[in-house]
């Protein structure tokens, strides 16, 4: 089984000031992972994903977020977050082998709150 | 393009009562579509997949049920709600186990 921990529950931070969500899964098998966001009242949008390749992978919106296979971590940083930032973020994990479910294993979401 | 459809947006119900939420996804066949539940500070949790027509998995056991009577429509149902049933609830498809999944934007369901 697989589990993902999102150690920040809420995170604020003042506009035009950096941010990382921090990310860390468990799992016994390789994984795919995810970056999710939701906006108030709204369904999940992918974010961004990896999948294989570069351990670096980028969103059209400034975000970025690292894969490090030895720490078993994904952050997910922006260098200058804005209002529009301000949502709930999951990070999420599917296990490329070994059966079970087809569906995602999710964190528990961080709240990004930006600080005019 | 591909589009998911979810509703109602919102709903409220009396405990005991039954329910009967809907998805269907255009643009696309045979996708694999899911149901989630995401309860305040829980994150989302996996309820139901099915990767066919007439093919579910269940991965919570629980008070509520689902069925795929088409190739793009998901329903989740419930003879009898309870309080604990209360969420928000979020139908997913995605064209593979390891693709990526798209998300409706919910039916936030309340019981009274």
């Known amino acids: 089984a697989q589990s993902v921990t999102q150690l920040d529950s809420q995170v604020p931070v003042f506009e035009e000031a950096p941010v990382e969500l921090r990310c860390n899964y468990s799992?016994?098998?390789?994984?795919?992972l995810f970056w999710y966001v939701q906006y108030p009242n709204q369904g999940l949008q992918l974010l961004l994903k990896?999948?294989?390749?570069?351990?670096l992978v980028e969103s059209i919106n400034g975000f970025e977020a690292e894969f490090n296979k030895s720490q078993t971590s994904f952050h997910l940083r922006k260098p200058s977050v804005h209002i529009s930032d301000t949502a709930e973020y999951f990070c999420?994990?599917?296990?490329?082998?070994?059966?079970?479910?087809?569906?995602?294993?999710f964190g528990k979401g961080t709240h990004l709150i930006i600080q005019p | 393009s591909q589009t998911i459809h979810q509703w109602p947006a919102t709903l409220v119900q009396p405990v005991g009562s039954p329910l009967s939420l809907e998805c269907t996804v255009e643009g696309t066949s045979n996708p694999n579509l899911y149901w989630y539940r995401q309860a305040a500070g829980r994150g989302l949790q996996l309820l139901f997949y099915s990767v066919g027509i007439g093919q579910i998995s269940s991965e919570v056991p629980q008070n509520l049920s689902a069925s795929r009577p088409q190739d793009r429509q998901f329903i989740l149902s419930s003879k009898k709600l309870l309080l604990s049933d209360s969420g928000f609830y979020l139908c997913?498809?995605?064209?593979?186990?390891?693709?990526?999944?798209?998300f409706g934007d919910g039916t936030r369901l309340s019981i009274l």
């Open positions: 990896y999948l294989s390749g570069s351990t």
């Open positions: 999420a994990v599917i296990p490329l082998s070994g059966g079970g479910a087809d569906g995602l294993t």
């Open positions: 799992s016994s098998v390789s994984v795919y």
């Open positions: 997913a498809w995605s064209g593979g186990r390891y693709q990526p999944q798209h």
